[in-house]
């Protein structure tokens, strides 16, 4: 759902904590070849509408379950500043559904409502490259629900 990419974008973009953390930027996925690491990455996993139930109408949708992937990307032997990164994207938007329903009006979705926001699994590997070097990619799959 483009919307919720826009506002995910705007949530995470905003915060100084996160920016300071992940200094090569936010995107959503993938970044751009040139981004130098520290950086977040946002990618969707799922969407899917969920059915009313109950002796209402099985064809409307009661809402829209999505999962997304965002996750820091760093570049150093150690976990820490990966680590960090997670952190701060988690305070952000596991339990977060202010955030994001205050980004979906400010980007004029104002009919949308989260329903909720939570972490719903971790990201956690390395990805060992020439040199010795380590990326880290470390973070959470968020489900979001919206209706």
Do not use: C
């Not at 070849?33 to 109950?54: G, S």
């Not at 992937?69 to 952190?87: C, H, N, P, Y």
């Not at 955030?99 to 972490?119: D, E, K, M, N, Y």
Request: hydrophobic share 45%.
């Amino acid at each position: 759902m483009r919307q919720l990419e826009i506002a995910l974008w705007h949530v995470l973009n905003g915060d100084t904590t996160l920016a300071g953390l992940a200094t090569g930027g936010t995107y959503q996925y993938p970044a751009p070849q040139e981004t130098v690491a520290p950086f977040v990455v946002f990618q969707p996993m799922m969407q899917r509408p969920m059915r009313r139930l109950a002796g209402s109408d099985a064809t409307t949708h009661a809402y829209l379950r999505t999962q997304y992937q965002v996750k820091g990307i760093t570049e150093s032997r150690s976990k820490t500043a990966g680590d960090a990164i997670a952190e701060r994207i988690a305070a952000l938007l596991d339990d977060g559904e202010a955030g994001i329903q205050a980004q979906l009006a400010a980007a004029g979705f104002p009919t949308l409502s989260v329903l909720a926001a939570f972490r719903a699994d971790v990201v956690d590997y390395p990805e060992p490259v020439e040199g010795g070097s380590v990326f880290w990619h470390i973070g959470g799959v968020y489900e979001i629900l919206v209706q």
